[in-house]
């Protein structure tokens, strides 16, 4: 069984810092590419960031770039997500997704609180 | 971009009542429309892969059509745990994007 489990949101400041964590298990993980995807309060999904599966390649949404840094561990089956900068419009529930047939996400975690806040 | 926009936004459904979602792209995909729902509290679940894909383990009842800019997902017939949230979602050009969402609630 395929099973993504999220870490490390929390409240941080505007202009903070925080590392997510997803630990992957039930698959090969270093076969499949990963993404990020965030829902804000009041708000639809919004795609983040993707990893190709040996980490060689990755992608971001406009609004991240330079801020977030997405990464894998495939010896540790890990996806991260570094962010600095933060952002009150940031404040969502992050959600790690395994990419399944032709990029569709057929697995996602339970997601992880980020609260930008002053 | 692709932006990919969703109709309605909210619909009230009947029990046992056919429903349709469209989902409509700002240019033609080639490849990669899907559809997923969202309940309250809960991650996203994959309904429809590639447009008209089923997925393992979600119920016949679903079912997803369209090519080029088009896409519809159809529920037929509505049962009252399939009230939630409806997002479409491209994957064929980065950045990735999600339709706005519709929220379906029973009458």
């Known amino acids: 069984e395929v099973q993504l489990l999220e870490s490390g949101g929390g409240l941080v400041q505007p202009g903070g810092s925080l590392r997510l964590s997803c630990a992957a298990s039930g698959f090969t993980f270093s076969d499949f590419a990963m993404s990020w995807v965030r829902r804000a309060p009041g708000k639809g999904l919004e795609w983040v960031s993707m990893?190709?599966?040996?980490?060689?390649?990755?992608f971001y949404t406009d609004s991240v770039k330079g801020r977030f840094t997405i990464s894998r561990d495939n010896s540790k089956n890990r996806l991260y997500l570094e962010m600095i900068d933060l952002r009150v419009e940031d404040t969502a529930i992050y959600y790690c997704a395994k990419d399944g047939w032709a990029s569709s996400f057929d697995n996602w975690g339970q997601g992880t609180l980020v609260t930008v806040s002053s | 971009e692709i932006a990919l926009t969703q109709s309605p936004v909210f619909q009230s459904v009947s029990p046992r009542e056919k429903v349709t979602i469209t989902c409509r792209a700002s240019q033609s995909l080639y490849d990669g429309l899907h559809w997923y729902q969202v309940k309250a509290g809960q991650s996203p679940k994959l309904l429809i892969k590639r447009a008209t894909q089923s997925v393992s383990g979600v119920p016949s009842r679903f079912s997803g059509s369209g090519s080029g800019a088009d896409y519809t997902l159809t529920i037929n017939p509505f049962e009252a745990e399939d009230a939630a949230e409806y997002f479409c979602h491209q994957s064929g050009n980065v950045p990735y994007t999600f339709g706005q969402g519709t929220k379906l609630e029973i009458k």
């Open positions: 990893i190709i599966n040996r980490g060689a390649d990755t």
